[in-house]
C-alpha cells in the first residue's frame, strides 16, 4: 500500500498538468505546422511565424498591448506602493473601510467594471481614448498592487529604519539604502503581475480602446471571427514563453518572502 500511494500521487500530479499544459502544447505544435487546416501528420515548418513577421495588424497589437501593460505596471505600481504605505504607516478614519473596499474590484467580473467605466466616461463626457483604456487598466490592477504591498510593509521590520535615523540618516536616505531593498521584491512581484492582468485584459481594451486602436487579445477575437489562422498560434506560442523566461528567471533572480 505504502508503494501504490505515491504511484497514485505522481499519476494525479501528471494528470493536472496535462490538463494545465496539454492546450498549449497542442497550439504550439500547430503553429509549428505546415498546414493551415491542422492535419496530420505534423509537418514542422516556420511558414506561419515568417508570416506572422509580415501581418502588421497583429504586430501593432502586440506593440500596443506591450506599450499600455509596461504604462500600466509602472502607474498603477507607483500609485498602489504609495496607498500602501499610507495605510499601514498611518491611522486614519476610514482605512479599515478602505481595506475592506479592496477587495469588490477583484471579485467583479470584469465586463461588469467595463461596462460600468464606459458608463461613467459616458456619463463626464469623455471620449474612448489611449486615456480611458489606461485608466480602466490601472483601476482594475490597482487593488493587485495595494494588497501585494501592504502585505510587503506590514512584514518590514521598522526597528531597522529606526537605527538609521537615530544614526543621523536623513529620511530619503533611509527610504533608500534601508526600505527601498527591503520592498524591492514586492514592487518587482506587482510589476510583473499587473504586466500581466493588463496584456491579458480582453474585456475592459474590448470596451474602452478608441476606434484605430486594438491591442492582441481583442486583434486575436478579431482575427477569430474573421476566419482563423495558425499565425495566431504562433504569436501566442512567442507571448507563452516570453512570460514564462519572464517568470523563470524572476524566481531565480529574486527570492520573495
Known sequence: MSRVTPALAYLYALLVLVFLYGPLIVMILMGLNRSPFYELPLQFDLVWFRKLATNERILNATRNSIVLAFGVSLLSTFIGTLAAWAMTRYRFQ????????????????????????????????????????????????????ILVMMTRFQGLDRTLEE????????????????????????????????????????????????????????????????????EINAISAIVFFFSAALVVLSSREIKFV
Open 94 to 145: 476610514g482605512r479599515n473601510l478602505l481595506q475592506v473596499l479592496l477587495i469588490p474590484p477583484i471579485a467583479i467580473p470584469w465586463l461588469i467594471l467595463a461596462v460600468a467605466l464606459l458608463l461613467m466616461f459616458y456619463w463626464l463626457k469623455i471620449p474612448r481614448s489611449l486615456f480611458t483604456l489606461l485608466v480602466g487598466h490601472v483601476g482594475v490592477a490597482l487593488p493587485y498592487v
Open 163 to 230: 537605527a538609521a535615523r537615530s544614526l543621523g540618516a536623513s529620511p530619503l536616505v533611509v527610504f533608500l539604502r534601508i526600505t527601498l531593498p527591503l520592498i524591492l521584491p514586492g514592487l518587482v512581484a506587482s510589476v510583473m503581475f499587473t504586466f500581466a492582468v493588463s496584456f491579458d485584459n480582453f474585456t475592459l481594451s474590448h470596451f474602452l480602446a478608441p476606434q484605430g486602436v486594438s491591442t492582441l487579445p481583442v486583434e486575436i477575437y478579431t482575427s477569430i471571427r474573421k476566419g482563423f489562422t495558425p
